[in-house]
């Protein structure tokens, strides 16, 4: 069963453009994790927020966290066409062992 | 530092025929994970290990098994390869319960 849920499943925008990318997810987490993945790569871990926190940045990327309403948002600033790739949000459970559970994914293509 | 490794990285069988995946890790990895990524599914994950000796089963174990002999390598064995399994398969792994996982490049398996 999907925990988190992607919106949008594809993004297209113009180089220079922010990229705004959403999950939401279903039952308390112990945090929240974004994960890039180029094509025929393997997944790149960006950020990891817990969930008592609200906001962390890490570069040109800055998620968001709201517990009250399940949430999460990815924020990628000034894009460029290397961020052309698909972006994966994944939960982890209290006591859940350290499993991840992956939503389905959003593509994002940046065009130059 | 090699990082996660993935042999092979492509391989076509013959239903019912068996192999085994070798994922490897110079991390220091006391979590592994199996995932399978399949168009418009995400990563789902088939079986786990918290530690050198041990296993569990994920969300999609069925048809598969894997042994954790040495804390270093994670073995995903097909017994007998169904077109179903036809998947990218991925390793993961991570030294602290809950935080990022460290990915591996991927094996492409086609089951004919």
């Known amino acids: 069963s999907q925990q988190g849920e992607e919106d949008p499943q594809a993004l297209s925008i113009q180089e220079g453009e922010n990229a705004t990318m959403n999950c939401s997810y279903k039952t308390s987490i112990n945090n929240l994790q974004w994960y890039r993945q180029n094509s025929g790569r393997g997944l790149v871990h960006l950020i990891l927020i817990r969930s008592n926190e609200r906001e962390k940045h890490s570069g040109r990327l800055r998620v968001t966290l709201d517990t009250s309403k399940k949430s999460s948002s990815l924020l990628i600033t000034a894009s460029r066409a290397a961020d052309t790739a698909s972006y994966f949000c994944?939960?982890?459970?209290?006591?859940?062992?350290?499993?991840?559970?992956f939503g389905k994914g959003i593509t994002l293509s940046v065009r130059p | 530092n090699a990082g996660v490794t993935q042999t092979p990285k492509f391989r076509v069988l013959k239903t019912g025929q068996s192999m085994t995946l070798l994922c490897a890790q110079d991390m220091n990895h006391e979590y592994m994970y199996w995932y399978r990524q399949d168009p418009g599914m995400g990563l789902r994950l088939i079986h786990y290990s918290v530690g050198e000796g041990t296993t569990a089963k994920g969300e999609v174990p069925d048809g598969y098994n894997v042994s954790r002999l040495k804390k270093q390598n994670f073995l995903l064995g097909l017994e007998s390869a169904a077109p179903s399994q036809t998947s990218v398969y991925f390793c993961a792994g991570t030294r602290v319960r809950g935080s990022e996982q460290f990915f591996g490049p991927g094996t492409r398996l086609t089951v004919l």
């Open positions: 994944a939960t982890v459970l209290p006591g859940a062992n350290s499993k991840l559970t």
